[in-house]
């Protein structure tokens, strides 16, 4: 019979985990981070090396065919504005939040500073300079004018382009619907009041036409 006591099973379990078997798990579990962290960062390099370079691409800009040399992570407002000297479109927020930037895509209302140029290949954009041929105005455009509507002016060439998309939707708007059709730019000079007599006018203009 042994004099000796046993340890009970708990206190044998905890006498099996060592300071060195924890640091030996701590090694493997750092060496399996280290190699992840370094996989993401090689991945993160490559994507970055695709992005950083050049391509060259054809826009559709209002009914002409454009061509521009651009890096896949281009805006479309950059592209516009850097590339093609096409600067109704303005940088504002650069974060899709003002609408200065408002152009049409597909006959969809978007914000340049939002969409990447390469996405719109193939599909028609409008922009100011398209709205109406040289030396004229576009009825929305002479609305604006006619009900003091541009203030500073520095967003009046979103709301313009926000405008004719709204009216191509909707061609008999109320006051309230205006408001909301139109709620995705904002002016800082606040003149809205101007702004929506200036789209009621700009509908019934282009309704009687």
Request: with cysteine.
């Amino acid at each position: 019979m042994s004099t000796s006591k046993e340890k009970p099973k708990d206190q044998q379990a905890k006498s099996r985990f060592s300071r060195r078997s924890w640091l030996q798990g701590a090694g493997v579990s750092g060496s399996v981070l280290t190699t992840g962290l370094l996989a993401e960062d090689a991945q993160a390099q490559t994507v970055a090396n695709v992005m950083s370079g050049e391509v060259e691409i054809t826009l559709d800009i209002n009914g002409k065919k454009r061509s521009v040399k651009v890096e896949p992570r281009v805006t479309l407002l950059d592209a516009l504005r850097n590339r093609l000297d096409m600067t109704g479109a303005k940088r504002v927020c650069d974060r899709g939040t003002c609408g200065a930037c408002t152009v049409i895509v597909g006959g969809k209302v978007m914000y340049g500073c939002s969409v990447l140029a390469i996405d719109v290949v193939g599909k028609p954009i409008q922009t100011i300079e398209g709205l109406a041929p040289e030396g004229q105005l576009h009825p929305v455009s002479k609305a604006f004018v006619n009900h003091d509507a541009q203030q500073c002016g520095y967003c009046t060439p979103g709301f313009i382009m926000a405008t004719k998309g709204f009216l191509d939707r909707n061609p008999n708007p109320t006051p309230e619907q205006i408001d909301k059709g139109l709620s995705g730019n904002l002016c800082r000079c606040g003149t809205y009041m101007g702004m929506k007599a200036a789209v009621l006018e700009a509908a019934k203009e282009i309704k009687n036409g």
